[in-house]
């Protein structure tokens, strides 16, 4: 799409997104790139074409700013780049769904090195690999600031979708994936520090346990959601959209040995980080009373009566506002 | 998903975004919105779930950015929101399939008025009533500039995609809806004037004709395009992409009577805009040398033997470069 107005025209110097242009940076970021067998019809035209199985396509989008979501000095374009795809496969997988696909919206300034944007579409494809599925399409245009945003299509194989509503008084609730290192990882970068680089890369990066999504569905979850504003904001979502209450039980809640050592070193409560850190993108959901978990997924409390909140051995939890946006 | 670093923390002033919050923001452009049919999840899960009954779902996605693709001071925030959704529907249109749904991705700053998303969400969905279609998720976060980044959806009613790529010599080349149309009202927003409203209008906001492109398909159509960038530098793309040549018949083009009007106004061309403006999201096709072509579309030119050359009257055809972003 034409601009209404050119962006200021710098001289563009070597090895920046304003020498590469528009079409040759598309290429950079698409040529060579393996596409999944449900990529019927990848980037270069109008539009994509992608397989939907299933007669229903799963669909969302999450949107990510340098500055707020990300840092160029705390995290390579790399793992910016598959942080971003991650965070909204998370999103599929929390429907039941197997992701298929995503698009690309790229802006950035003209002056950013080329190597940013195909480091950071590495960092995409790298992640879009490991989840087996294709970048289809995208856009690249000119802004103030680097804004990253991805669309994420999905399957449910005839499934139902597993919503947030779905939850009944005597379901267990449980997790599966990291809580609290990417919460961790932000407390050891907000002090200066790089390391341990094991939270510190769960910060930078999650790794979403996509396959455990759908095999929570199979083994009929009842009500589902990916932990990205923290656990006891995120799980408030599904104890108000069932209507019912939710209680952990936290001599059944871990916290990763890794998380104590930080903890202790930071004089932190790595607890707290495991109730209420976000980014790291792990599974919450509710099962049948008798459902044999999925393997990953280990049950961490239950579903209480009718009461719309969550609570913590029976207590009112504090500190779940969570995160929210301008707040 | 949690950021990194709060944004700055301006005291929120009422009426803001800031004020609104996200959950509050989210609650505005979303409540009360009428979903059709294919929408079989809306806003409110992890993840939408749209029909797809064709077992294929064609996907795009744009972005449009404050200060490079629209002006608040020269459109109101609903035209905004109809010009995001319209041409991102025509890329749908351009394969030859029914838009089914988009998914919207808002950035913007905390003393965003809170009118602006309103209105821009009530533009938004006007050109999603328009189309049938529904918005069904999205994203709203943080930034120092208003960025609208929409992915849309769309379903090809069994019928195989038409991509750029199909275009053979001795094939009609037709196009449906306005050309130079967005070029003569950028001219004249340009110079400070405000009217004729009819061009400016269509500046703000495309009414690209989505009915055309199935209906194109349903013809037989060889290859397709939205113009986006200028009606030669889009032939450009089937040029290539199909390996052909495609000459403009020049008694063929159309120079609508306004077009005329306000070339002598501002004494430009308006034949420039028809060949080179973009924005107006028409769409240009070709056709099988026999087909009847559907209603709206008129041919305008021929497809030669290959040569990847677009031409006018059998002549090479300046000033088809078209935009591009950084160049």
Same mark, same amino acid.
């Given at each position: 799409?034409? *601009?209404?107005?050119?962006?200021?025209?710098?001289?563009?110097?070597?090895?920046?997104?304003?020498?590469?242009?528009?079409?040759?940076?598309?290429?950079?970021?698409?040529?060579?790139? $393996?596409?999944?067998?449900?990529?019927?019809?990848?980037?270069?035209?109008?539009?994509?074409?992608?397989?939907?199985?299933?007669?229903?396509?799963?669909?969302?989008?999450?949107?990510? $700013?340098?500055?707020?979501?990300?840092?160029?000095?705390?995290?390579?374009?790399?793992?910016?780049?598959?942080?971003?795809?991650?965070?909204?496969?998370? #999103?599929?997988?929390?429907?039941?769904?197997?992701?298929?696909?995503?698009? $690309?919206?790229?802006?950035?300034?003209? !002056?950013?090195?080329?190597?940013?944007?195909?480091?950071?579409?590495?960092?995409?494809?790298?992640?879009?690999?490991?989840?087996?599925?294709?970048?289809?399409?995208?856009?690249?245009?000119?802004?103030?600031?680097?804004?990253?945003?991805?669309?994420?299509?999905?399957?449910?194989?005839?499934? *139902?979708?597993?919503?947030?509503?779905?939850?009944?008084?005597?379901?267990?609730?449980?997790?599966?994936?990291?809580?609290?290192?990417?919460?961790?990882?932000?407390?050891?970068?907000?002090?200066?520090?790089?390391?341990?680089?094991?939270?510190?890369?769960?910060?930078?990066?999650? !790794?979403? *346990?996509?396959?455990?999504?759908?095999?929570?569905?199979?083994?009929?979850?009842?009500?589902?959601?990916?932990?990205?504003?923290?656990?006891?904001?995120?799980?408030?979502?599904?104890?108000?959209?069932?209507?019912?209450?939710?209680?952990?039980?936290?001599?059944?809640?871990?916290?990763?040995?890794?998380? $104590?050592?930080?903890?202790?070193?930071?004089?932190?409560?790595?607890?707290?980080?495991?109730?209420?850190?976000?980014? #790291?993108?792990?599974?919450?959901?509710?099962?049948?009373?008798?459902?044999?978990?999925?393997?990953?997924?280990?049950?961490?409390?239950?579903?209480?009566?009718?009461?719309?909140?969550?609570?913590?051995?029976?207590?009112?939890?504090?500190?779940?506002?969570?995160? !929210?946006h301008w707040r």
């Amino acid at each position: 799409m034409s *601009p209404q107005s050119r962006p200021p025209q710098d001289a563009p110097t070597e090895d920046t997104v304003a020498a590469l242009g528009e079409f040759g940076l598309i290429r950079a970021v698409t040529e060579n790139r $393996v596409q999944p067998e449900a990529t019927l019809l990848g980037p270069g035209d109008d539009a994509a074409v992608v397989a939907a199985p299933d007669g229903r396509v799963v669909a969302s989008t999450d949107v990510l $700013v340098q500055g707020v979501h990300f840092r160029l000095d705390w995290s390579s374009p790399e793992q910016v780049g598959r942080k971003a795809i991650a965070v909204n496969l998370a #999103d599929i997988a929390a429907m039941g769904a197997s992701p298929t696909s995503v698009l $690309v919206g790229l802006a950035c300034p003209g !002056e950013t090195p080329s190597a940013t944007l195909t480091e950071l579409a590495d960092g995409m494809w790298a992640e879009a690999t490991r989840a087996g599925i294709g970048v289809v399409g995208g856009d690249v245009v000119h802004a103030d600031q680097l804004v990253v945003s991805v669309a994420a299509l999905g399957d449910l194989g005839g499934r *139902p979708p597993v919503t947030r509503s779905g939850a009944r008084p005597g379901d267990i609730l449980a997790v599966c994936g990291r809580l609290g290192w990417a919460a961790a990882g932000l407390a050891v970068l907000g002090r200066g520090f790089r390391s341990p680089v094991s939270v510190v890369n769960a910060q930078r990066a999650p !790794e979403p *346990p996509y396959a455990a999504g759908p095999a929570a569905a199979v083994a009929g979850a009842t009500s589902m959601i990916d932990v990205s504003d923290g656990l006891l904001a995120d799980l408030g979502h599904i104890a108000s959209a069932s209507g019912v209450g939710l209680d952990i039980h936290t001599e059944r809640l871990r916290v990763d040995q890794k998380l $104590v050592e930080v903890g202790a070193a930071l004089g932190a409560d790595p607890r707290h980080w495991v109730l209420t850190g976000g980014e #790291d993108h792990a599974l919450a959901a509710t099962f049948p009373p008798f459902a044999d978990l999925p393997q990953g997924w280990h049950r961490i409390g239950s579903v209480l009566m009718p009461d719309t909140a969550v609570t913590i051995d029976g207590r009112p939890a504090e500190n779940g506002a969570g995160w !929210e946006h301008w707040r």
